[in-house]
């Protein structure tokens, strides 16, 4: 359903994800439409594909919580990159900043590159690091360091 951002679909859905899931459709719409008035292009597609990686990698992660499975350092950080939630808030950033807002720009911030995922890497291993110190590891956190 996020995938496709088919609100039809959220029909078979309990009232309290239809309720965030029609508040995100607004808002993304929203900021496409915004960002549309005042660039003139839409970027709704690239923000909905955003979102719709950032579920892909939070559904990965609970799949590994859930199973017992401990991924290897390499899996766990190529997903981590993505559940970061920083490719999300920059590619928010990129279409609402403006600056060369079409579709050839939007290529390029879909595709993920090294240097957003060199900043997710960077953050989501000081971010489990910061856990490591905060919390009693078990394990069981999900986290890159145990």
């Not at 660039?39 to 799949?63: C, I, M, R, T």
């Amino acid at each position: 359903m996020y995938g496709r951002w088919d609100f039809a679909a959220t029909e078979q859905l309990p009232d309290y994800m239809k309720i965030c899931f029609k508040a995100l459709y607004d808002t993304t719409n929203e900021i496409g439409y915004n960002i549309c008035k005042e660039y003139g292009w839409n970027p709704v597609d690239s923000l909905q594909k955003a979102w719709a990686s950032l579920f892909d990698a939070f559904l990965v992660e609970a799949k590994w919580f859930a199973s017992g499975c401990v991924p290897k350092a390499d899996e766990y950080l190529k997903n981590g990159i993505v559940s970061s939630g920083i490719h999300v808030v920059l590619v928010h950033l990129f279409f609402l900043l403006g600056e060369g807002t079409n579709k050839e720009s939007a290529n390029i911030v879909n595709a993920n590159t090294d240097i957003i995922s060199s900043v997710a890497s960077i953050l989501r291993l000081w971010d489990d690091l910061g856990s490591a110190k905060d919390e009693i590891q078990d394990g069981h956190d999900g986290s890159y360091i145990t």
